[in-house]
């Protein structure tokens, strides 16, 4: 049983006709007269009771009959739905949050002005591996990465910016670098477990055999940002997310002796990824924004 066989049906029900069926249908009456014949041979009943060159429905036809409008109609609305969603273009973008807050949302106000039919999806992607498990999936159109760098074979990859990560605290005097064996005494505000930045540093720190007083974890860096204004820690955070804290007083940079491997975002897509025009003017957008966001 196939939809046209259905559609044959129902015409030739309201018709009471397979010579004007065929008409309508643009069918040969042998055709009309075939579809019929395999319906019911599927169905194992008489969907018409044929009276001469008289045709009318049976009972078993007349139920059809509800049940052939219902798929039919049932199909009109799924290929409405496919269509509608097909208009609707979607852009899954892939970044952490410090990017997502204090960068792209100006990338996303210039593009909406060229492409303001397409919708965005943003999802958190901490690491380089993330990204790549991501993009390799489909789950992402593009990503931008902040990370230190590692090479992915699978992925087209465009240096955007090296960000530059510092340790702050509340207003406070300080007269040496901050040291590994300094950072044993401190008690550490995080971003969540995961996160490229946090690490890196926790990888140095173990390196040198330390670890600091206490590690609290916080899944919002405003959070983070909140609870060193009030004297609760030191945070490691790109420079970008404090600056607006830093220029009102509210907190300080500390130095460190610390040999830190620089931090870089990358914006990555899939190297065989067919781009579509909204997708590569995305990249031109962002490309041209992380170039004033350096200047």
């Keep these: 049983m196939d939809l046209k066989q259905l559609q044959t049906f129902l015409t030739a029900a309201e018709t009471l006709s397979f010579t004007k069926t065929a008409q309508l249908l643009g069918y040969a009456q042998s055709s009309i007269t075939a579809q019929i014949k395999t319906l019911e041979q599927e169905l194992s009943v008489n969907l018409f009771d044929r009276l001469g060159k008289r045709i009318i429905l049976t009972e078993e036809g007349k139920r059809l009959q509800q049940y052939a ?3 039919l109609e049932l199909d009109r609305e799924m290929k409405k739905a496919i269509s509608s969603e097909q208009e609707q273009v979607v852009l899954k973008v892939g970044a952490q949050e410090s990017q ?3 960068r792209l949302p100006s990338i996303l106000q210039q593009f909406q002005q060229v492409h303001p039919h397409v919708k965005i999806i943003f999802k958190p ?5 993330i990204a790549k498990k991501l993009l390799q999936a489909g789950d992402l159109d593009v990503a931008f990465i902040t990370d230190t760098y590692q090479k992915t074979s699978m992925l087209q990859r465009q240096r955007l910016i090296e ?4 340790f702050v605290s509340a207003p406070l005097e300080r007269r040496e670098p901050l040291s590994a064996q300094q950072l044993a005494l401190e008690t550490m505000l995080l971003t969540e477990t995961g996160c490229s930045y946090r690490n890196h540093l926790e990888a140095l720190l173990q390196l040198e055999g330390v670890r600091p007083l206490q590690m609290i974890e916080f899944a919002s860096i405003e959070a983070i940002k909140q609870c060193v204004i009030a004297g609760l820690g030191m945070t490691f955070l790109p420079k970008m997310v404090v600056e607006k804290e830093q220029k009102m007083g509210l907190v300080t940079e500390i130095p460190s002796t610390l040999k830190l491997a620089p931090i870089y975002t990358d914006i990555a897509w899939h190297k065989d990824k067919d781009l579509p025009q909204c997708l590569l003017d995305f990249i031109a957008i962002a490309k ?3 170039q004033l966001f350096g200047d």
């Design 69 to 71: 409008k219902k798929m």
């Design 100 to 102: 997502c807050v204090y």
């Design 125 to 129: 992607v901490h690491t380089t591996d």
């Design 163 to 166: 960000e530059q990560l510092i």
């Design 288 to 290: 041209q924004k992380y």
